[in-house]
């Protein structure tokens, strides 16, 4: 284990190091199908990520559906349990640990989820709902009648202070007598009565209206300048997170592509996929209605990922040796077939897409000899039509064999780059 | 010229054990071909109501006054029948959230042949085809035409839905909340194409939403809702720039963007519709309330040519 120094409360006293953290899940593919293939699917929800979060500090993780946020927020309060690398909370390595230490630990990490209503018992009492924490990390030699008489006057400051008044009122009611902002701010009271070190945010307020949006936001921000709480807000939003976040790290399928101070990246965004989040958020006013980068489809199956960089096939700056590789030829040629004004005879010519096979950089059909050489210049032109870096990293294009292939160069390798005060995984910064 | 959809005088009332809830109170408003307008406002206001009623998809034992004419025709005294061939035909309606809209064991092909099989009498073959160019149009490619909703992402679930409301070239979509439950570049995408729609077709598009950010993106007019009234309608330009109700001035400054330097909320919270307060809805949160707003409700006046706000002080803000 990595012996790190204490350093006490001073102000940059490292709370949470996450280092290489990895959370696959497998995929049920029938029996069958798993003996012929003998091998395993899994989704790469999260696959090696690293970052180091300091005590007091809010850093914002963000990314779209599916890039694996949640999953971060889930392994770093050991929801579930990882797959690989290490969850370092105070010098300790948490990754691996089992019931009882991991109960413990929740005294000093809470998670807060996106629905309010969702986290609530409709059947508990309010009060009863904060003050459950209490009960269930309580010790065992105090006795009943004096616990619950401390616990009620502690969950009253609690709603006192997370602004759910008149406390002693709303102390009695049930969930379903709350508004959608007294219902947040009920959950952030059971989240920090227990005075938690770490609040792992994962949306929490996505669901509620822009009206009471900043009001939760601002109790957030009061909380950790008066308990010195480190957060990990978890948001899909880049302007919400811009507000509250001190850093940010940008996720897309699984891995951080770009984290630094929110400052920077907000000023000088460097990453594509960080530039078209940014691109995207609405400016409130009709005069100003501004060109958007939109990249290219949706995000890709976490289970197959593409190869070299994740974020190649959508993006609008790719280069040639960001890993282009024979499914993205499919890609290109089902577009191309699909669309009868570019087709013309090409599917007669290349047959159906369902003749073609990519593995790995290779691309192709079985064919004949005689076909061979009109398939490869229909290939040529259709390849022009693609993204310009698409063409330069073609290798070969004829027969080889029974097939007609196209090979791409290999993709150069990807690392972490140092730009500024921030680090971005991108060829583009890479010297 | 006949106005092409007239709600006048609208109030919608649902009843419940504790009382009526007035979800809309005597809404008047306009909309002409070709015209996006946005309707917003937060949780309860009524923007949903507006859609469902434009649309007699009310739940039974709903109480209807006031007239919605569309094309001259009062759609809450059309038959059954008869509203039931305008639906999907001349206005359509795309829900928040794709999933639950789509029948989880019906190949999306059907779903296109049902509606246009009740709508028109043509030949299954010639439903099919039209279904595959309204993929097409949407970007989905024709071999997935006969997979089931769930082999599909959530962003071409909705375009899915999207060419599902349009395949019988409806002349107004009403679309409520189509973004809500997606990811930030694929409601960019969709806000795209809705737009890209409204050109090529020439369409009216009315969009429900709480967020003020896109509709500033894509709004010609926008409409603003308080507690089941209407409490300011204008143009994109003149709502965003001199918004002349308080609740307005709340909404836009509630937005959190880029530039945001301080974050803003509207104090307290939208009030019960069963008893809602007296004069202004809006006096209890209202930061500039008088003795006026508590007695006296205010009308909707027009302080600008095309700019009407529902406010005592509206022309204060002026």
């Known amino acids: 284990m990595i012996e790190l120094t204490q350093s006490g409360d001073t102000e940059s006293s490292e709370i949470l190091r996450v280092e290489n953290l990895q959370v696959h899940f497998p995929v049920k593919i029938p029996l069958l199908q798993r003996i012929v293939q003998r091998e395993k699917a899994v989704v790469h929800a999260v696959d090696g990520v690293s970052f180091v979060l300091q005590t007091g500090e809010i850093m914002g993780l963000v990314g779209e559906s599916g890039c694996g946020k949640t999953t971060v927020g889930r392994a770093v309060v050991r929801l579930i349990e990882p797959t690989g690398g290490k969850v370092i909370f105070e010098d300790r390595n948490i990754a691996k640990a089992k019931g009882g230490t991991i109960r413990a630990l929740r005294r000093e990490m809470q998670i807060i989820f996106q629905d309010p209503h969702a986290s609530l018992n409709p059947a508990m009492r309010i009060g009863d709902a904060i003050g459950h924490p209490l009960w269930i990390h309580r010790s065992g030699s105090q006795s009943r009648a004096s616990f619950r008489r401390e616990a009620r006057e502690n969950v009253l400051s609690m709603m006192r202070e997370v602004g759910l008044t008149p406390e002693e009122q709303l102390y009695d009611k049930y969930p379903g007598d709350l508004s959608g902002g007294q219902k947040q701010r009920a959950v952030i009271a059971r989240a920090i009565i227990l005075e938690p070190k770490l609040l792992v945010v994962d949306e929490g307020v996505a669901m509620l209206d822009m009206s009471i949006r900043a009001k939760i936001l601002e109790l957030m921000l009061d909380l950790k300048r008066k308990h010195a709480m480190t957060y990990l807000f978890i948001t899909h939003d880049l302007a919400t997170a811009k507000f509250i976040c001190d850093r940010i790290a940008i996720m897309y399928l699984g891995r951080i592509v770009e984290i630094g101070p929110s400052k920077e990246i907000y000023a000088d965004p460097k990453h594509p996929y960080t530039k078209a989040l940014l691109s995207v958020i609405p400016v409130p006013d009709p005069d100003k209605r501004k060109e958007k980068i939109l990249p290219r489809g949706e995000v890709p199956d976490a289970v197959n990922l593409p190869l070299g960089c994740r974020f190649h096939p959508r993006c609008p700056a790719v280069l040639s040796s960001c890993g282009w590789e024979g499914r993205d030829f499919l890609d290109l040629l089902d577009e191309h077939l699909s669309d009868p004004k570019r087709a013309g005879a090409d599917e007669t010519i290349l047959g159906p897409i369902e003749d073609w096979w990519a593995k790995g950089l290779v691309a192709g059909r079985k064919t004949g000899p005689a076909d061979a050489a009109k398939i490869t210049e229909r290939i040529r032109a259709i390849l022009a039509e693609g993204p310009a870096a698409m063409v330069q990293a073609v290798g070969t294009v004829g027969l080889q064999g029974k097939n007609v292939i196209i090979e791409f160069r290999g993709p150069d390798t990807l690392a972490q780059t140092q730009v500024g005060e921030r680090i971005v995984e991108c060829l583009l910064y890479q010297n | ?318």
Not at chain 2, 295 to 304: A, C, D, S, T
């Open chain 2, 1 to 318: 010229m006949e106005t092409f959809l007239k709600i006048d005088d609208l109030s919608v009332g649902y009843w419940t054990r504790r009382g009526k809830v007035g979800a809309l109170v005597g809404i008047r408003l306009e909309m002409s071909e070709g015209e996006t307008l946005g309707i917003v406002g937060e949780t309860g206001c009524g923007k949903s109501t507006l859609g469902k009623a434009i649309l007699g998809i009310l739940p039974p034992l709903t109480e209807i006054q006031g007239h919605i004419f569309f094309r001259g025709r009062d759609l809450p005294r059309l038959g059954l029948e008869e509203y039931r061939r305008l639906r999907a035909k001349e206005i359509a309606l795309i829900f928040q959230d794709p999933m639950t809209r789509l029948n989880p064991l019906m190949r999306i092909e059907n779903h296109f042949v049902e509606e246009i099989l009740a709508h028109e009498s043509v030949s299954k073959a010639e439903a099919r085809s039209r279904a595959r160019e309204a993929l097409l149009s949407m970007g989905i490619h024709e071999s997935r035409i006969r997979n089931y909703p769930h082999e599909f992402s959530g962003g071409m679930r909705q375009r899915i839905m999207i060419a599902l409301a349009l395949v019988l070239k409806p002349s107004l979509l009403i679309a409520d909340e189509p973004t809500t439950s997606l990811d930030v570049i694929v409601e960019s995408q969709i806000l795209e194409i809705l737009q890209d729609l409204k050109r090529v077709y020439h369409m009216s598009l009315q969009l429900i939403t709480h967020n003020m950010g896109i509709v500033a993106e894509i709004c010609d007019r926008v409409a603003v809702l308080y507690a089941g009234k209407l409490v300011e309608l204008g143009s994109a330009h003149d709502v965003f720039h001199k918004p002349l109700h308080p609740y307005t001035q709340g909404l836009l400054a509630s937005i959190i963007h880029l530039d945001t330097k301080e974050l803003h909320s509207i104090e307290g919270s939208p009030p019960d519709l069963i008893s809602p307060p007296s004069g202004c809805r809006f006096h209890p949160r209202c930061p500039y309330a008088q003795q006026i707003c508590v007695e006296k409700e205010p009308p909707l006046v027009e302080f600008q040519k095309g700019h009407l706000a529902a406010c005592h002080f509206g022309d204060t803000f002026l």
